[in-house]
Every structure is written in C-alpha cells, then in structure tokens.
C-alpha cells in the first residue's frame, strides 16, 4: 500500500502546559509530523513524497540517495523505497564501515533498519563523500549503478520543499510565531513559502556554520523569517547533558518524545527564549516536531561511550 499520494496529509497540534508559558502569557503548541508514519516520520515524509511519486511517474525503479552511518534521511528513504516498490541504494559516509558489514550492522541500528528493508549500500571515505554533489561523482554512480533516480543528501530539493509547504494547513493560521529546527534548509524554505503575512517563521539550526542563510534564499524571496543560532549545542548531532535532561524532563511531563539532533534543541531554545521574554504577552507559538526519532538509538550508543545520561525513549 502506498503511503504518497497527491492529497495533502495533515497532522495533529498538540498544546503544550507548562509554568514557564502561564508566567510569560504565551502559548506553545507542538505540530506532530513525527506521528505521520511509524517509519517514514515527520519532515522525511514531506521530502520523499513528490520525489518517489516523480520517480515512479518517470519509471525509474531505483532511488540513490546519500547519509551518514545514523541519518534519518537512509532510514526513512528505505522504507519508504520499500512501501513504493522501489529498490534503494544508499551513498554511506565512512568506508570504514563497509570492511566488516555484518559487524557495522550488528551495531548501528539504523543501517541495520535500511538494510532489513532493502537498501543496497555503497561505503565511501570522508574524504570522497565530499563530492557528493559533483556531477562526475553522479555520473560515475550513474554508470555502476544503471538509471537511478537521485535525492540528495538531506533530501532537500525542489520537490522536497513543495512537499514540506504541505506542512502548514489553513488551520493554521491564526499562529503568530512557526518554530521549525534546521539541517539543510529545505523543511524550513516550504514552511516560509506556506506562511502567511503576518506570521514570523523561526529557525534552530542544528549545526554551525552562517551557510544556511543563502540555502534558503536559493529557494524563496520572502523574508518573514530568521534563524537564531545559539542552541545547536556545540554541532551537529551533539548534545550535552543539559540538554539530555532536557529532552528527558519535557518527555515525562508533556508525553512528547524529542529527538537530540533537530527537536530537542529547538525546543529548549523556544523556552530559553520565552524566558528572556523575547516574546511579547499573548504571542501564539507553533513548533514543528520533525521526527527524527529512530537516531536515539544511535545517539544513546554514544552517550553510553562518553558516559552521560541516555536519552529515556518511554515516559
């Protein structure tokens, strides 16, 4: 059964309560995207839709796509590859990880995941991964491959951000402020484009680097946005214990389960914001959750390493 098609898919707005909100007169809202699908979750779902549906109009019967070991763009394009009747091949950064295959599987949950639903995998250095948009590099994936059809890293391209301007819906509207976390710009540019007038769309980059800016651009000419840099807590996919403790604190008292690298920094900035009272009395805040949950397990192993507190899944 496919999971795509070309109706919109909403979903559900979850209020949160909490102290903090009733002492500033503000009120906080979560979009649950990570509820769309137990496998193709949250903003991968809007990226992958119109990308396989063209991929399928134009009758191609393979997906390429790029990630690395943990990312949550391989996952959900596995599965979703798999529901749609298309095989997968996944570009992996690390060649490391392909010299003992049944080894890196055994212990990254997440390659295991694609490779259970079909992913071919192709392992390649660092240092090679960085080409990863040359159109050489492409052709040459192209030729030992056969006809692919090719997402890029992150998923994020024209059609990606057609699908994640079906993120907000006409109910909607009446949300001052839109709250979106940010890795290659693509789920934040659709989000822009679908805003209204008179609302402000925030983002939390998850990694550092002022690069983001001009992403956006390439892709919209409005301008009811910014991005607030200071909660990517040191990079992309790092974390520290504060923030750990605040994943864990708002999943046992508001039932919302975060994801470290994209969600969780957002939403400890947006209280760490309401705060500091940059938000004025009566201000109505709608964050989206993007999913990313099926990292946690990767994430844990590494925190398990550097011996700092997991992540608690349940409540």
């Not at 590859?81 to 990880?97: F, P």
Request: hydrophobic share 35%; proline share 2%.
């Amino acid at each position: 059964m496919y999971i795509f098609s070309s109706e919109t898919t909403p979903s559900e707005n979850q209020s949160i309560t909490h102290s903090i909100l009733t002492a500033a007169e503000v009120s906080l809202e979560i979009k649950r995207e990570d509820k769309l699908h137990k496998d193709v979750s949250g903003n991968k779902f809007r990226k992958l839709k119109y990308n396989l549906l063209e991929a399928k109009r134009s009758g191609f019967k393979t997906i390429l796509t790029f990630g690395g070991a943990f990312s949550n763009h391989i996952a959900a394009t596995a599965a979703a590859g798999k529901i749609m009747g298309l095989q997968t091949i996944g570009v992996i950064r690390g060649d490391e990880l392909g010299r003992n295959l049944d080894k890196t599987l055994s212990e990254n949950d997440t390659l295991q995941f694609a490779s259970k639903e079909g992913m071919r995998f192709k392992f390649i250095s660092r240092e090679h991964y960085r080409n990863k948009t040359s159109s050489l590099f492409l052709e040459e994936l192209k030729h030992e491959f056969g006809s692919c059809y090719i997402i890029p890293e992150g998923g994020t391209n024209p059609l990606a951000i057609k699908g994640c301007e079906e993120i907000l819906t006409p109910n909607d509207k009446s949300y001052d402020i839109i709250c979106c976390a940010v890795g290659t710009g693509g789920t934040i540019t659709g989000i822009i484009n679908s805003a209204e007038i008179h609302q402000t769309v925030i983002g939390f980059p998850a990694l550092k680097g002022n690069f983001l800016t001009e992403e956006i651009k390439k892709y919209t000419s409005k301008t009811n946005w910014k991005l607030i840099e200071e909660y990517h807590f040191g990079g992309y996919g790092k974390i520290n214990q504060e923030g750990i403790e605040f994943i864990n604190r708002f999943n046992k008292e508001q039932h919302i389960l975060l994801d470290p690298v994209y969600t969780g920094k957002m939403i400890y900035g947006i209280f760490d914001l309401i705060q500091k009272g940059v938000f004025k009395k009566n201000t109505r805040i709608l964050a989206i959750h993007t999913g990313g949950l099926q990292g946690i397990a990767g994430m844990n192993e590494r925190l398990k390493k550097k011996k700092l507190p997991l992540i608690t899944i349940g409540y």
